[in-house]
């Protein structure tokens, strides 16, 4: 099948890659690439924050637990496991994605900090997405992969000289196909120089105000926000030290830490992520989008998904055949 794939953060780079490691001609085009795309702010912890339908979610959470978990053996992939902690303030069950990850367990005595009654302990993909994202380009790129720099105004244009397109344009997708569902929900995060830190915090008690405490190699992503309906993407002052206090009550460290650079990111939400194929006059559209705070969580397992649909759309058998 020749595909075009529209979008490059994670979830468009990781469709491509998989359709093209299943043999398919492809040809990816976006208008923002690597540091400017919403992908390259996320903390990139493997986590299904703001995903839904759960019954769908979990299917995928594990494939890209699985992928990202073969991944983190190559240093140039910026993949590594990392140990932490979920934290929280009364007592809780297990979380309704338990089965998608190995090896939880309850935090207790020295593992909760003072304030805290209840968490959870869990070795998860933490993800740094300057390298990821790069490789992921570099990897499509070897493959001989066209990768091109534009913007689309509408889907129509996106099937010229293909069988079928991949719509990964995230928050873009509202304009692109008119889907009033789909909303910003803003975040800002403070990036500072690596202190020591080895293992992830996270703290939801406060849904508008998150804290979390991600490492990288080099640096900490400290977080964040959940600004509902916020589309700013100027950096607030005010939003960064109260992003800073609150980690420093987790982890001490924080206040001496050297701060690298603020950034702000736009998390696509909708009701539930689309994935979905939709027949027009063009042609058909595999729609990849809507994934909320979970882009890089969902990634892997949506990208399977995207070449599942691709694949029925060629087959004589499926009833939906490119003609």
């Not at 915090?201 to 998150?210: E, G, I, S, T």
């Not at 979390?212 to 600004?227: D, F, K, S």
């Not at 990208?303 to 694949?311: K, M, R």
């Amino acid at each position: 099948m020749r595909v075009r794939v529209v979008g490059a953060g994670v979830l468009g780079l990781t469709s491509a890659l998989r359709l093209v490691e299943a043999g398919h001609q492809v040809e990816v085009v976006a208008a923002e690439w690597g540091e400017a795309t919403t992908s390259s702010v996320a903390a990139a912890l493997w986590y299904p924050y703001r995903a839904s339908p759960d019954a769908q979610v979990i299917g995928w959470l594990a494939a890209s637990y699985t992928a990202l978990q073969a991944l983190a053996d190559e240093p140039a992939t910026g993949v590594r496991l990392r140990p932490g902690r979920e934290l929280f303030r009364e007592p809780v069950a297990d979380p309704w994605w338990r089965s998608a990850v190995p090896g939880l367990t309850r935090a207790a005595g020295g593992q909760l900090p003072p304030g805290y009654l209840d968490g959870y302990c869990l070795r998860v993909p933490v993800v740094d997405m300057a390298l990821h994202l790069a490789w992921l380009a570099a990897r499509l790129r070897e493959a001989g992969t066209a990768v091109l720099t534009g913007r689309l105004t509408e889907l129509s244009a996106a099937l010229t000289g293909v069988d079928v397109a991949v719509n990964c344009t995230g928050l873009g997708a509202g304009e692109l196909t008119g889907d009033r569902t789909l909303a910003p929900v803003r975040g800002q995060i403070v990036v500072v120089e690596q202190f020591g830190l080895s293992e992830w915090l996270l703290d939801q008690h406060d849904a508008d105000r998150l804290t979390y405490l991600v490492p990288r190699g080099r640096t900490v992503i400290l977080g964040g926000t959940a600004e509902d309906g916020d589309a700013g993407l100027e950096v607030r002052p005010a939003t960064a030290e109260a992003v800073l206090a609150r980690c420093a009550a987790l982890d001490p460290r924080v206040a001496g830490a050297r701060i690298v650079a603020h950034r702000v990111g736009l998390r696509p939400v909708r009701p539930t992520v689309r994935l979905d194929t939709e027949f027009g006059a063009g042609g058909p559209v595999v729609h990849c989008y809507g994934h909320g705070g979970a882009g890089v969580t969902l990634a892997y397992g949506c990208a399977d998904e995207v070449v599942g649909q691709v694949e029925r759309l060629g087959d004589p058998q499926s009833g939906s055949r490119v003609k």
